[in-house]
């Protein structure tokens, strides 16, 4: 469990969740960091889940449990983004953290698993793409393809690390 001073309260985000909707917004994608720390993740996704309102959350796949997983199946869910750097465990393990690739495998077969009765909710792969796994492009695809991602998202790595410094003035 975690508790951040500045997070947003449930009732917070359910009045953002209004508002962006009330301006036509179409898409609700819950992040981070990662959105399964939140407590409320899976009463926000079915609050916003409405209208037509596609909701999708972004995770590495450490927390999914087999319970989890089927949270995710028995939600409003839509879409469900895995980072995913590396088709090689390895490389995956080197930039995530040891044993993550393995965990993330797992999660990714539960929600297959489960998703055969509802069809949902979409699976995504997103690649931060940098030095440490450019030459995997070829292997990430097949993985797509293999545990059936609709498509995979590459996102070249940039670094931001110094705005923090960089005076504020809001």
């Known amino acids: 469990k975690h508790n951040f001073k500045d997070e947003l309260t449930t009732e917070e985000l359910k009045s953002l969740i209004d508002q962006a909707i009330d301006m036509g917004i179409k898409t609700i994608y819950f992040t981070g960091g990662e959105a399964l720390l939140r407590e409320d ?97 070829d292997g990430l695809v097949e993985l797509a393809e293999k545990n059936g991602f609709c498509y995979l998202a590459l996102q070249p790595v940039v670094d931001n690390s110094g705005l923090w410094q960089q005076p504020q003035e809001w």
Not at 52 to 61: A, D, K, L, R, S
Not at 111 to 118: A, D, F, Q, W
């Open 41 to 137: 993740l899976f009463e926000l996704i079915d609050y916003a889940a409405r209208d037509n309102i596609i909701t999708t959350f972004n995770t590495n796949g450490i927390l999914i449990s087999e319970p989890i997983a089927q949270r995710i199946i028995n939600s409003k869910l839509r879409s469900l983004t895995f980072s995913i750097d590396s088709p090689k465990e390895e490389i995956h393990d080197a930039l995530r953290g040891k044993g993550v690739f393995r965990k993330a495998m797992q999660a990714i077969a539960w929600i297959n698993e489960y998703k055969k009765n509802t069809g949902r909710p979409d699976l995504v792969m997103c690649s931060v793409i940098m030095r440490q796994n450019m030459n995997d492009l």
